[in-house]
Every structure is written in C-alpha cells, then in structure tokens.
C-alpha cells in the first residue's frame, strides 16, 4: 500500500465517526450476587456442625491446659513465646536456633494436605478451613435473627423500616462480639492465656495484644460477615492448584448426569420415562454457601462441603427415586455405574504412595534429629575491634563472647578449656583469676549463659597473623563434649 492509499484510508476512517447513544453505560463488571443459602437437614450438615464446634473447641481450650515443666518455665501446653524467644510443644522446647523444626512442621502439614487432597478430594475447604468455620457461625447467627433465605432475601430488598434496622444492627453487633472472641484463640497461643485474658479485659494488655486483637477482630469480621464466598473465590490461593492433585480416582461431589438428565420438572404422576430423575428443583444451588450448580461439574469454586448432596436425597426420597444423583464418590465410579460395571476404590495409587513416602521420609528426618538432638550448644564472637591488644610483658591477648545454649531443665556446670596454642591461658570475667588452664562455668535451666573470656599467649608461639584454636566445653554430668574452632590474632613475625 502506498502513501497515497494510507491517507486515503486514514481521510475516509476520519469521515466516519463511531455514533454511540450518551445513555448507553459500559458495563466492565458484573455485580457480586448476593447468596441466601437455605439451611438443610442431613449427613453432611449434621458433620459439619460436628466439626465446626470440635474445632472451635480445639482453638479456644487447648491453650487453657497445663503441663508442668519445672520452676520458673511457661506451664502452657502449647505455647509460642515470642518475648522469651522460644516455643514449647509438650515437652520440647524449640529455641530459635532449632526454628528448622517449625519449618519440618509445616511441611510435613502442606504433605499431608496435599495427601488427603488426592484421596477425599476438597475436604479441607467444606470442613475445616477457618473460613469455613468463621462463615457457617456467622451464617448460623444471622439465620437465628433474620430467619431462613427467602425472609432474609425479602428483608434485604425491602425498605428501611425499624425492624429492619433493629435486626440489621443486632446481627453486626453479635458479628463483632463472636468476632472478639474468636480473637482470643490466636493470641492465648502467643500469650499465657489466663494472663492475657484478664489483662485485655482490664484493658491493661500491651499495645501489640491490643493492636492484634483489633486486627483479628475487624479482618474475622469482614472475612466471615461480608466476603464470605469471595474469599474462596479470589483471595484463597489453594483452589487455583488443588485441582492438580484430583484424579480420576479421587472422592469428589459429583452429579451424576447420565441418570439426571435430560431434567424437566416433575408432573402429578411423576412419571420419569424418557427423562432424567433430576426435577429442576435448584434446590442444591439454593443451599450451597457458594452459590455452585454441580451440575454443571466440577469447579472452582466448589469447595466440597456436600451440603448438595443432603438436599438433592431428600428430594430424591420425596420422589421415591433413588438417592445419589449427587454423591461423594470418584469419577471412575461413576462411571462404572453408568455402564453397569463394578465399583473400586483405588486408595493406594502412585500419588497417594508418593505423598506417603515423602510424608514418612519427613517424619523420619524430625524423628531423628529430635532423639539425637544436642541439650547443649555453644556460639563463639571474637571481637574484632581492636583484632589484638599487646601487653606490657609483650604478650599478645584477644578478646571473645563465649555463650553457651543450656536446653536442659537443671543447672549444668561446663569446664572450658583451651587447645591448639602453647601456653596459652585464659581469663573469664567475674568467674576465675587470672592465667587458668581450664575454667569452671555454670548456666542455670533453659537459659543462655554469655561470659566474656580473654586469652593470652607469647608472642613466639603464634606462628602468624592467625593461629587455630579450639575451645573445648564439657558437660561435667554427661560429658558431652563440644569443640568450636576459631583463630588467634596476632602482629605477625
């Protein structure tokens, strides 16, 4: 195309204008559907709110009992002691040097989410998900003062009328009060509960309690109040990859499609000749706290709770069809049962013994460093400011922070000697005199024991700039032996 040609066709485009109606709006996104789900009677329900009292147990009591770890240590069972810079599990005590076994927890807790996920499919989500949890309390709390779907539906597009405001207000209001309290949970486990409980109540806990207990107030609010769904939807990262852990034989809700369909409404005589049992009720989209139609298969934002499944039996059983048109069951299963072949469930699988082993091997590793796990350690600083010092008898001295880790529950008593540089001797600060060989150092329960140790030696055995030495410390109870290599500074020759 020439020059000519393009000006033509830019003058032509320019004589053309786009007409558009100035009241016609475009529409960029489409508005969050609000979702009354209904409530509904069956196993899974029942399940549910077995599960969501059990758990809510677990995060407010299990902080409240006790386990007896000496004089003068945290007596909480399950306790992470941020100011104290350690966690206690029962009777380990993981110090921040040993944070490697946190980092094996919640491993070994990612592997076994992962585990279950290939086998039960997204029981995690519909069961045991805070957000799961928070969103039916919340769910429960509104339906007690707002009344079932179609009442809360009703109210919300109707206009603002006292009563309208009255339960509007005391369902947000209860909100923040479970909110509160659902606070607690997190903070009793960074916190002797007993203690804090009382100091918030007062109102004379610390600013960082306080400021937590607000956060978690507002967010469990928010999250379990207002976002409900739209928290699975968007801000939950797990939905977006779990489906890679399915397969065919892994146990997910599934709506059997090839006996409900083609679906029509049910007529007097309930006929289901030539069509399928599935009468178009909605009514598993109607008590779904997502909004999902299983029919339409597996997605997203389906997060396997089989709230469906109690709804669509009962519809079942009121049309004297056979349960089971939605099921929790494998896709292979389902599809023996349409061509009338036997049911398996195949729970050892190549994914499932994958996890297993990584899982064990895991396990294992943590097994074996907590059996085998020192109760001492020891750190060695040597200052460096100055490097040296020169005495007036021309000796040369350097200086070191020497601390010692003592895990154990009783006080230990250590003797630290020296090796590597002839006729060398040390000084401890405030423990020995002057010129010791080897040095007594006593450390008191679960706490670090610092002492400044000076060393010196003659000028003539250093054979440089930098000699080799090695502290030796001994547990004078077990003797259990650690040797720390580090340098002696010097001028030189």
């Not at 786009?18 to 960029?28: D, F, V």
């Not at 899974?44 to 758990?55: G, P």
């Not at 297993?356 to 396990?363: A, K, P, R, S």
């Not at 008191?444 to 000699?467: C, E, Q, R």
């Amino acid at each position: 195309m020439d020059a000519n040609t393009t000006k033509d066709a830019s003058s032509t485009a320019s004589t053309k204008p786009i007409k558009q109606n100035p009241e016609e709006k475009t529409i960029r996104y489409a508005d969050r559907p609000e979702i009354y789900p209904r409530n509904i009677k069956g196993i899974y329900r029942n399940v549910k709110w077995i599960t969501l009292w059990v758990l809510l147990g677990i995060y407010h009591i299990v902080p409240w009992l006790r386990w007896d770890r000496g004089e003068g240590v945290p007596d909480q069972m399950i306790l992470m002691d941020l100011s104290g810079r350690r966690a206690y599990f029962f009777d380990m005590v993981i110090w921040p040097q040993e944070v490697y076994y946190l980092t094996g927890i919640l491993i070994l807790a990612a592997i076994g989410l992962f585990f279950v996920t290939s086998l039960f499919g997204r029981v995690w989500c519909g069961f045991t998900c805070p957000q799961t949890v928070w969103t039916d309390l919340f769910f429960w709390v509104e339906r007690q003062i707002e009344g079932e779907s179609n009442a809360r539906r009703k109210l919300d597009k109707g206009p603002w009328t006292a009563a309208k405001i009255f339960k509007k207000g005391l369902k947000h209001f209860i909100w923040l009060i479970v909110a509160f309290l659902m606070s607690f949970a997190w903070v009793w486990y960074f916190n002797d509960a007993p203690t804090v409980t009382v100091e918030i109540l007062q109102g004379t806990a610390g600013s960082w309690v306080m400021a937590t207990i607000a956060v978690l107030t507002i967010t469990t609010y928010l999250l379990a109040g207002w976002a409900r769904e739209q928290v699975c939807y968007y801000m939950c990262p797990w939905p977006r990859f779990q489906g890679t852990m399915f397969d065919e034989d892994t146990l997910l809700i599934t709506y059997e499609d090839w006996r409900g369909e083609p679906r029509a409404p049910t007529n007097k005589l309930r006929n289901f000749e030539n069509r399928g049992h599935c009468i178009d009720c909605t009514m598993c989209v109607q008590v779904c706290p997502t909004g999902v139609d299983i029919r339409l298969g597996q997605q997203m934002q389906c997060i396997g709770c089989g709230l469906c499944i109690d709804a669509c039996d009962g519809i079942m059983e009121k049309m004297n069809l056979p349960k089971g048109l939605i099921r929790y069951d494998s896709i292979s299963n389902g599809l023996a049962r349409e061509h009338k072949k036997p049911e398996t469930f195949h729970l050892v699988r190549p994914r499932t013994m994958a996890y297993v082993v990584i899982l064990l091997v895991v396990m294992g590793a943590m097994g074996f460093s907590l059996g085998t796990r020192s109760l001492l350690d020891v750190t060695v600083l040597r200052d460096r400011a100055p490097l040296f010092v020169t005495l007036s008898d021309g000796s040369i001295r350097n200086g070191y922070t020497y601390k010692i880790l003592n895990k154990d529950d009783s006080a230990r008593t250590y003797t630290l000697s020296l090796k590597g540089l002839e006729g060398a001797s040390m000084t401890v600060i405030g423990v020995e005199k002057e010129g010791a060989k080897q040095v007594m150092l006593d450390v008191v329960p679960d706490t670090v024991g610092t002492y400044k140790v000076f060393v010196k030696a003659d000028k003539k055995n250093l054979k440089g700039k930098s000699t080799g030495i090695e502290f030796i410390l001994v547990d004078n109870v077990s003797n259990e032996t650690i040797v720390h290599d580090t340098v002696f500074a010097g001028p030189g020759r």
